[in-house]
């Protein structure tokens, strides 16, 4: 670039002349950014394990046992042959309120899924004190069972929030039956 000195009110002002770039450079441009972002995607390798599931959330109290007493979930995580991990994880609470995290640990035994991340943004209100609690930056993990194979019901465990538990640790969370939406492990 060329710099030039330019007047505004009788002040002297630096500013810069643009060369306007051919098309054909443009093009040349945009062609290096596509293949140096197809070598990023092609380096992760191939698709190890994927896991979805959605639908509403199951329930514990006694008196709310219909599916989707407490809001509705989803969530996608896609672990690569290099050990990467990408996914996401949405969570609406019934009653307001709730959370979007980052997936970035995954791991698959058989029918099984243990996943954990971060939450991105999110909050929950106390509903007895009407209290509004940040969620964001907190760990978050879930196991996930896929019964299809086996013709039983799918489950999930309750989101584990604001606990340090990676997906490493297996950890044995209490599954409820998914009697509506759909978990895929594969």
């Known amino acids: 670039m060329h710099t030039s000195l330019n007047s505004a009110d009788g002040i002297p002002v630096l500013g810069f002349k643009r060369r306007r770039l051919p098309v054909v450079a443009a093009l040349a441009m945009s062609l290096v950014l596509g293949l140096a972002l197809a070598g990023v995607a092609v380096a992760k390798g191939p698709v190890t394990h994927s896991v979805s599931a959605g639908g509403p959330d199951s329930c514990r109290s006694v008196l709310e046992a219909h599916p989707g007493c407490d809001g509705n979930y ?25 959370f979007r995290a980052v997936i970035d640990c995954l791991v698959v035994d058989g029918q099984y899924a243990w996943l954990s ?9 106390d509903p007895e004190t009407g209290e ?14 896929d019964g299809t194979p086996d013709g039983l019901p799918d489950e999930i465990s309750f989101s584990n929030i604001g606990q340090e538990i990676p997906c490493t640790d297996q950890a044995d969370f209490e599954l409820f039956e998914v009697t509506e939406g759909q978990v895929t492990v594969k």
Request: aromatic share 12%; charged share 20%; hydrophobic share 40%.
């Open 74 to 98: 989803s969530l996608s995580a896609t672990l690569y042959a290099d050990g990467t991990v990408m996914g996401q994880y949405v969570d609406r609470f019934a009653r307001g309120g709730g």
């Open 117 to 125: 991340g971060v939450i991105t943004r999110g909050s929950f209100t």
């Open 132 to 145: 509004v609690f940040d969620l964001a930056d907190l760990d978050l993990s879930a196991r996930l069972y």
